[in-house]
Every structure is written in structure tokens, then in C-alpha cells.
């Protein structure tokens, strides 16, 4: 069996497990209080040159976007987020059982845009009895989105905008952020971000660490207040040291961007080669979840050897199968796949 | 510096990081549906004697305090629990976060007694008007104590009774609880846990792993909703086989109750050459937590070369320091320390 | 200006305040522990044919549907609700603030069917991996509807056969149950009610008490748990005996059937009077809250002398008003206003 | 059956129920944004001598407090409040279920001091961790308190010092809060309360309304925000002139205060009647909760005739009875409950 159903199948590259190892016996203060810790937020400070940027660094992703919701809204504010987003579709109602509602909005391709966001302000600030109404606090995205798409550089700069006109915060989801920067088309860096959203997360789980999420935070009132948030939230590790580690090999040599480079280029590859067999796609893009559109046939045959996600069902009875690359994805294995997926055309 | 402020300096036993290191390639199920977190269930539910225990691994204690107690307790119920306990003092309010109040109970030390719990069960349901109050649900006791001291086999056991009477369940925190099992005096194994109360954790942080910690759900209906909750948290791990070979590790050859027997052994010779030197204890009892009694002077000369925790600051300007052994402390390092504490009085 | 904005403007009819003003200087045991209280309830269960079911009475209806729902739902479970409820459109996020999510569905005309709500039982209970979803465990609908449709008993009784298929529970909110029950093609009467969900209320608030709804729970460990529920959110009023006098009053001589006819037959010559003058309808239906189309000139011209609700603004520029009758209007007002409308054609 | 055990036995006085009757049939906007409310608004801000204080009106205590609580802190933060006061002890669980924790300190008499106000904030500040703790975000107070025993000004002023000190806000719960300002050795008016607080309530319930709290709010960015936390937690009146008229009527020719003196003429009647038969007292002061020690024998004697709240069961067996007076209290019923309480001793 070949897995290509997500991108977090393995565990990490040999960078960061010798750098665990190495640090496995030092005695650490707890909590992150530690130098490797400092170390790692330093570094990634200076890959996002943003000196002044609070970083704190979380296990998961859930944990990351319950904690900055729960952090960065008022108890009368919900936030504003896709209808096919992680956090409306995918986590249980983490973010409601923090008491706060999802406004939910319907998108073609998983990408909200300034003009939606915009609409949904609008029409809660021209209501007479506002009161009634969950006011528009935080604007969530993803950065690639749950179905592969990417925002661009001004697309986000726009929704930002539109953020500072309401007063609102914009919260950049980076579980996949190096698969954003690394993927063709890409016209944003890591220094990008920090003028582009209120708070952001540098995805570790999916793109190199054994686990963990950098949250990067640019509002100083939020950064200030976060570490609270966090251990209320259960989010804080006793060996705080473990995400320093992992961070600090992560942003040494550029080992975090080769990561990426290496699943966005096998991740053009499986799309070129699904494209030239003649599949159709359920979202047609060029980042490191791909998602051909399979007979039934066709998906069993694959299953047989391979594993997918089963993205979607389609109401003609085909199915929408999610194949991720990774930074541990095989060359050989993607070859393999795609010469099967020829055969079943 | 030698440190000794508490028992999660170090990472993990080698036998640990090299189950990690052997897996790391492998591709995995996510979120523990993989088969060495099968595995290190299978092993748990042996030592535990428990073939139906419902088995579930998270990453730290504070997540595990609160969703153990988010799962368990109805709305408008509470848990009783020392005013000493993890929940009620160092949590930040994570409990209450999640809608629930701690009845706290003073204790002479930190262990609540069968009658003390009774009292409060009493008191409530003999109101008239109980809706007014906060109906006991839960109770919740750790094995060790915060301050060290252990419950035996008939002390939980009263309590757990009492438990049944009135309809509440009872919770055990075990992030020491191998430590406590290999203490002088223990009266318990491992397979005593499942008869003497409803829940409880297996503590990986403190006592071998990298992190993690393993909720043994003897309650059926709390059992089946658990994962829900742990979802809802924020408390899955993505790669939950990390969770599970470290887990696999600690229950292979008893490395588990190895390790705890070699913390407790060096609390014993912490204990007895603190004891020997004429040093007063906080709570004078025999587990990792030592808590011998220092002056401003006697902390301050030590400080240079040990780190401690200043556990309490007395009313006659004297420091109860915490003193912690675990699986990675030296015989060595607790040697010179004796040493120079003699050299102290 | 005569009011038709909602049905809320005035306070209560004679027979109500006098009840009021006649036990107004007894001295009341507090909280609802009142013979009146008690009698009152014993009318409603007459009413709904019903001796056991749990009868609660509390001062509004955005109270009444969190208590509800936060003590129906289990933390990890959601409501499904359709998208122009009000729960999920009018109360500031009080639910979510409970910490739930509600399923919102999109419908044609305000009301729920039983097969959507199959459907989203069947998707929920298909998924492999469910403890990443909101499980759907409650399904609250009004009747009548927010826009005004109500349902008939097989319609409910439908939805009642998903929610038992799927161990969830039927929530009629009632606000305005009694203009349901009267009005013209009503094929439902109080003591259908108890058969046809799990918990109803029998709003007062709009249909002839001061204020009061009555939350009637036909679910026996909801009933036993639900005046804690009440004390924890705020609900429990300390002169319970104001709501109980209430409702002995609208329950004695039919009286609240009466008042609610009063409004319904009012209602069927506005809906007519609209007709036949040409008004299109938001949505067309003879219940007490009449949706007329207006332009926006004919709208301004009549809010001179009228107050509307402006229900919504229509994509053509137009609006849908929304005149409401209740048990206080005066058939002179309806009289005038339809000859003021027609004037306007 | 005469009745001491409460001071909300009856419904209101004579100009209320008129007031309430004469607006009855008047069309109101709802919500409270009608002329009434408005006007009763302009009148409490005129007792209070704040023209730009803000005013809401709730209907019950549990509710006010919930709400205010719940509006003045951040997540991570809890409110320093007596271990006998009404938050921490009867309201189920209502503040928790806010997700905030209590941060109850004992006291003397029910009052909270300065000086240990100020211990628990500087433990908290001083601590080097503070991120593991609740920070305490508020105080709460009520004047009178549990016990019955009143707040100098001096004494207030002193915690309001404390608050700004450590950017805290102060919150007096007044549902008693006339008769504290009646009582003999009151050295306090409605005007100073302004000053000597961030938000506080002008009790209803107990002193005059049929129900309603008003709620003044002097922290700007609070009253702000406090429309959205009153209906997020259902605490907004559909029909809100119920609450302006009665303030309307309360705050018109003093009447609140004549009630109040009333009340607390009586008291002192009670007290010093008590005094003289020689009954101890459980807290001994001059207010409207009058709190004798009786015998068993006593307490059953007495409870044939009238009614009273086992406030307490001391450790020797005795009980502490609550006897309370109202505006509502008739003189003859106090002179027969003296005379029958001397021929107990």
C-alpha cells in the first residue's frame, strides 16, 4: 500500500530528528522558557523580517485556530470563514465550543474575497438593531485552501484591507503555507505575511515537523495576551523545547522551504500527469493536494494499492479523491501512480 | 547548573526515541488509528488487567485534566478536588473555560479523605433547594499529590465508594503515578487503577516519554464520547502514532515501572540525606517531590549551582524548595547535591 | 402612527393584569414553588392532554431556546435548525455561546422537512471518521416559521420519525404557537403537541402575557435535569408567581385559543385585503406575520402614519414588509391601513 | 402563614402596578427603545448625579451578575468575590458556566477588605509564572452583602483603589442596595456610588419592582459593549417598557428610597426587639436580613406560624434563621413576631 491520502503520513526528516536527539538529554526549563525555543522564534522572525512579531509555538492545528479565535474575539463576535474551511467543516465545533459562531460564506473555490467579506460587514453594520447579530470580529482563511486553491499577494491585501476598515483581525491558517510559497504561480514570501494579516501560522505537522504550529502574531494586544490563552486552552507543552528544535532546523539553511519545494514539484507533476491522462479535477489547481475526479471503478482499482482521501462524492456518481504530496513524498512512488492512472483510462 | 526543579527536564529513554526514529518512515493512519497505537493499547489494557478499558493518548496533562472533566461532568456540574490539585491552581482557569466549577476542598495534606468528600455530597443533597447549587458530578484526586503525598489502595477505595453512592464518577490524575507505584509504602499496581475508580492517566511526560499521556476510560458511556471531546479540544494528534510507539516503548520489558523505580530510589536517598542533615520537610513523605524546608541563605548558596522550585514561601521567611528525581536524574548529580546541603546546617 | 411591526407592541389583556394586580400582595413562596405556579401548570398539561409531562415557565423566548438546547445537546453535539431561524439569525450567538454549533439547512419557504434533516443525519452518520463532524442531536424548528409557514401535524410528525430513527430531539419552539393553531388550514391542536416532539414551548410573549414562555418537555431525564439549566442561565425568575398567575389566566376559559384567534382572523383580512389590492408576497401565506411586498415609495409614503418591520431587501429594490397582527390589534387599524394600501395601486 | 423569609414575597407597590396598567395598552417599540425606559434611564441618571453613565435594565439578579461578569472580563481572567457571596455560592454555577472562575477569598462579615484584595493581586502579579493562574480581572461586592452587613465608603473607596491600582474594575451587585442605603450608619448616597465603582445595579426586584435590575454602567468601553452580552444571554426583554415604567415609577418623588427606609425602619425594629428578648445574632448588624440564633425548639415553635430561611446550622446545634423585611412588610406583623419571639426566650 502506497499512501497518498494526506500530507502528514510520516514523521519528520533526519534534520529534525538528530536535532531532538541531540537536545533529548540537555536539561530544559519548561514551557518554551528554554534557549532553543528563543532561538527558533528568532529565526523565524528573521525569515518573516518581522523583529517585532510575537511567535508561540502550539502542537496542532486545531488547537492553533480554537486558541487564536478564542484569543482575538469578544465573546459577542463570531469570525468570518468559508463554508468548505477546516474550522466550519472539520473540527468538531472547537471554535463554537469556545462560544463563538462561524459566519459561514459560500465561495466558488475556497477562497473568500475582499468583496465578500465586505458584504457580510456591511450588512451588519447597517442593521438598525445591530445587537441582534453576530458582529463580524476575525476573517479566517487558509493558506492553501482546504481544496487546494492559494490566495495571491493583493487578493489578500485586499480582504486585509477590508479588515482594517471593519476593525476586524485577519487570520492566515499556514498549515500548508510553505506548500503556498513554494507552489507555481506563488507570488508571496514568507516576509510577505506579516503585512498581510493581523496573525499567522508557519504549518510544522504537514511540511517537516513531527508536529507543531508556529503562530506568528502581529497584533501586539493578541500577542501579549495569547500565552494565557494557550495553557487555558491545554495547549501548553511541558517540553516547550521540542517545538524549539524542530522550528530551529526547520528555519536553518532554508530546510523548511526545500521541504516545500520538494511536494509543490512533485505535486505539479502528479497534476501534469492527471491532466495529460484525461482526468478531470474537482479543483483545478497546481498545489499539494490534488484532487482528480475518479469513477467508482476507477477509485476501487487505485485503492487496491494506493490510498486516497475520498474528497468528495459528485452527485454523478463519481468520486473527488484528494492525493497529497509531501516533503516525504517518493519520486518513484508518484511515477508509479501516475503510469497506473494512464492504465485506467 | 544541575537542575532539579521538576521531573520534565529531559526528553525520553533511548529505547523511546529509537521507536520514534524506527517509525518515523513508515507511513501511518492519522489521528491514532494506526497499529502501533493499537499496540500500546492492547499493552496498557494488559498491565492494566482491564481487556474492555477504553484506551485513548493525548499529549499533556492540562488537556487531559480538561477534557477528562468536560466529558464527564453534565452542565451544571462540578468536581470536587483538593484546593492544592493541578486544576484548581496552575490551569489558568482551564477547567472553568470549559463551564465548570471546582468545589474545593482544604486538606491537611493535599489528599481529600472519604469523609470529606462525603461531607459535600451530603450537604448538597440535603439541601431543599439544591438547583441553586452546584451538584458534585466528578472527583478528582492525583496519585501523587501536587505536594507529593500518596493515596493508598483502602483510601481510594473509600472514596471511590462514595463515588458510587452518589452517582459521581472519579477521576485520577496519574502524571506520576508510576512514581507513586514504586514508592516505599506503594500498596497498588497498575491493575489495582481499574477497581478503584472511573478514569484515570497512565503519566508519559514526567515519566519516560517525550510527551503524552494515556486516559484509561473504565466508564463505558464517558469511554464511547471520548473521542468527540478530545477532537472538540483541540487534543488529537495528527500523527497519533507518535503517541503510540512511545507508549509501545514504555510497555515492552515493564521500561515504564523501570524507569519510575529508578526515580523513586534516588527520592528516597534525596529524602534520607535531607532528613540525616536535619533539614524540615513541607509534607515529609518518601515520593519525587521532596520538599525539605530552606532559609533565604540556604536557598540562595544553592541557587548558584542547583535550580530548584520555590514551592511555598513560608510565613517565618523560609522556603519550602521543590526537589524532583525522575527516570533521567543522576545518582551523581544527587550526590554532590546531598553534599552540599550538609554542608549547608 | 399605529404599530404593525411586530407582535409585542402592547402589554397584556384585562384578564391578565387583573390577575396580576389580585395576587399582587400575597405572600409567595419565591422561584416558582407557588400554588399558582403549580395550578398554571396543571392547566397546560390539561391543555396538552399531557399529566406528565415537565412544565417550566420562563420570561423569554432567546432564553427559553439556549436552556433548551444547552440542556438537550451533549457538548460535542449541534442543532439542526433551518437558516432563517432565529436561533440561527436573531440571538447574538447565544446558542453557539452555550458552545454548540447549529446545522443551519437552507429551505424553500422557512420549514425544515424530514427528509432534509434525514439527509444531514445520513451524511453525519455515514462519515469514517465522524469525531471530526458536529453530530447532529437536536432539531429545533418554530411554528409557526420566522416568515411566517407553519407546519402541518404530518410534516412535524415526519421530522419526529428522523429524529427518533437517529436518537436526536424535536424542539418546537412555540413563540407563536397559538396563531399556528388558529390560523385557517391549522390541522393541529395543543394536545397533538406532546406526540409530535420531545420539548415545545407555548410562547406568551406574543400571544397575550406580559412576558412568559412556557417550556413543556416531554423528555423525562431533560424534565428532571432542566431547572438547574434554568438557575445556571439566568432564567430562574424569584417571583415565579408572575408567570404562574399569567398562565393560569391565558388558561382558564380558553382564554389564550381566543386571543390567538383574534390575531389569526385579523391576519386572514390583512393577507386579503393585500390580495386583492394586488400586493405580492414575500412569502405567501394566513398567518399572523403578513410579508407584503412594497416599493420603496409605498413603503416611505405609508411609514408616516404606519411602523413595519423591514423583513428584507429585495434584489429589485423592493421591500418585504412585515405587518404583524396580535391578540391587541384593533380590527379599525386593519381597516384603515388596507384602505390606506390599496390607495396606493 | 406569616412570611419573613425573603424580601420578595409580593409583587410591587400601588404606583408601580399603575404605571404598568396605564402603559399597557399604549403600542411600544420593543427591546426597551421606547419613550419610557429612556425616561427612566434620565431619572436614575439623575439620582445618580452621572449624566453620562450608562443604564440597562435586566430582569433578575443571577442574570445581572452573569452578564456583567461576563462582559467585563477576558477569558483568562476571574473575579475576587467573598466566599459567601451570591456568585459563588447560588447561582449554580452560573459564572463558571461564563467559563470564568471564581477567586473567592473568606472573610470576617461578608465584606471583602482592601488589604486582601490587594494580597490576592499581588500574589498573582508577583508570581514569576503568571500564565499558569487566573489574573484577576474584577471585583465583586454587594452592598448589602450575603450576611447583611454594609460597605462604608471609606471601605469602598479603599478596593476601588485597589482595582485601578491593578487594572481591575469594581462591580457592586445592589439587589439590596436601598436598603443598605437606609440603613442606620449608612454614610452613603445613590450619587456616591458613581465614584466609587466601575458598574453596579439598583436592585428591583427586592425593593419595589415586580422585577428588573438596573445595571449602571460607568466604565465607557463596558457600557458600550453591554447591549450584545444582554442578548447574547437572553437577557433582553421583548417588551422593555415593562422594566422603563416601573423605574419610571420608582425614581419618581423618591419612592425607591421611601420603600427602602421603610424596609430598613423595620429592620432595626426587628433587631432591636431581638436584642432586648436577648437572641444572639449570627452577623449582628442593623439591616433588613436579620439573622438570630434559635434553639431547634425555637426555630419549630416559631415555624408554625411564620416562615423564615434556615439561613445556617451552627456546629452546636442551633440555627441561624434569616428574617428579612421589605418595603412590603406590614408593622403589626413585625410587633406580633417580636412579642411571640419573647415569649420563646
Known sequence: MIRF???????APVQVLEAIAKANLEQHPGYGFDP???HAKDLIRQACRSPQAGVYFLVGGTQANLIVLAAGLKPYQGVIAPQTSHIFNHETGAIEATGHKILSVETKDGKLTAQQVKEVCRSYWNETHKLFFVQPGMVYVSQTTEVGTMYSKAELAAIYDVCK????????????LGYALEAPGSDMTLADLPQLC??????????GALFGEAVVVMDD??????PYHIKQRGGLMAKGWLLGVQYEALFTDDLYLKLAKHAADLAVKVHDGLKSAGFDFYFDHMTNQQLPVLTQAQFEALSREYSFDLFAALPDGRIAARICTSWATKQEDVEKLLSDLKKLK
Chains 1, 2, 3, 4 share one sequence.
Not at 165 to 176: C, I, Q, S, T, W
Open 5 to 11: 491520502e494526506c500530507d502528514y503520513l510520516e514523521g
Open 36 to 38: 532553543h525555543s528563543d
Open 165 to 176: 476598515e471593519y476593525h476586524m483581525k485577519l487570520f492566515v491558517d499556514g498549515a500548508r
Open 198 to 207: 493581523s496573525v499567522f501560522t508557519i504549518g510544522g505537522t504537514k511540511q
Open 221 to 226: 494586544e493578541l500577542s501579549r495576551e495569547f
